[in-house]
């Protein structure tokens, strides 16, 4: 089943902050979070292994709550350059990155 | 270090055709995985790759199918084209020992008529 993230769009203006939320009905072995800008591919930026140990982009954080089966990305005093689509993948299993990819969301910073 | 890449950009096709998109993973990496991505919407896993063999399968029909050479690269192949196969197809590489970050490709704009 498809991880469903919230919300779907959002407006920031350039320095605001944003959280992105990344739901699964499964259990969790990772969650991945990825950038897509128009016309490109996704770009990765954060992953975050049960467990505990995080790996990834050091102006972007991220948790991972094992429990809740619930991930959230948080982009701290926005660029322009934030903008795109956010995008969570999940696997369910260790060791063979099958990553499903959650619904997007939307993110425009503007000046 | 050459990133992942693809091969065609972009390709038009006829409904009933077969096609074979191609990848060549990033330097180092030997395990190739394909997706699916429709207009507005996330990638969708299609099958992995690693020493040449089929390791990992989404729900996809067997119209498509793949393979991988010695040299890690990749082909997808897709039978009996369908207006819904009309997507822009992603090649993602890693390394399986470290079981992290997959590198996407530019990916390849397939139109089905």
């Known amino acids: 089943q498809q991880p469903v993230q919230s919300p779907q769009a959002v407006i920031l203006r350039e320095g605001e902050d944003a959280v992105i939320n990344c739901s699964s009905s499964?259990?969790?072995?990772?969650v991945h979070w990825y950038r897509q800008k128009h016309g490109e591919a996704p770009v990765f930026l954060m992953i975050?292994?049960?467990?505990?140990e995080q790996k990834g982009h050091d102006k972007i954080s991220a948790s991972f709550n094992e429990k809740k089966q619930q991930s959230s990305l948080y982009l701290t005093a926005s660029q322009l350059s934030y903008s795109g689509t956010y995008f969570c993948?999940?696997?369910?299993?260790?060791?063979?990155?099958?990553?499903?990819f959650g619904t997007g969301t939307k993110l425009q910073v503007i000046p | 270090d050459a990133g992942v890449t693809q091969s065609p950009t972009h390709l038009i096709k006829t409904r009933g055709q077969q096609v074979t998109l191609r990848c060549s993973p990033k330097?180092?990496?030997?395990?190739v995985s394909w997706y699916q991505q429709a207009l507005g919407q996330g990638p969708q896993f299609i099958f992995q790759?690693?020493?040449?063999?089929?390791?990992q399968r989404g729900n996809f029909p067997d119209r498509f199918s793949g393979h991988q050479f010695p040299n890690y690269s990749s082909e997808l192949n897709v039978n009996a084209l369908l207006l819904g196969d009309s997507a822009l197809y992603l090649c993602?590489?890693?390394?399986?020992?470290?079981?992290?970050?997959?590198?996407f490709g530019p990916g390849t704009r397939l139109t089905v008529t």
């Open positions: 993602a590489s890693s390394l399986v020992l470290e079981n992290l970050q997959q590198y």
């Open positions: 499964k259990a969790l072995y990772s």
């Open positions: 975050l292994l049960k467990g505990g």
């Open positions: 993948g999940t696997e369910d299993s260790g060791g063979y990155q099958k990553v499903t």
């Open positions: 330097s180092g990496h030997d395990t």
């Open positions: 790759y690693y020493e040449e063999e089929e390791r």
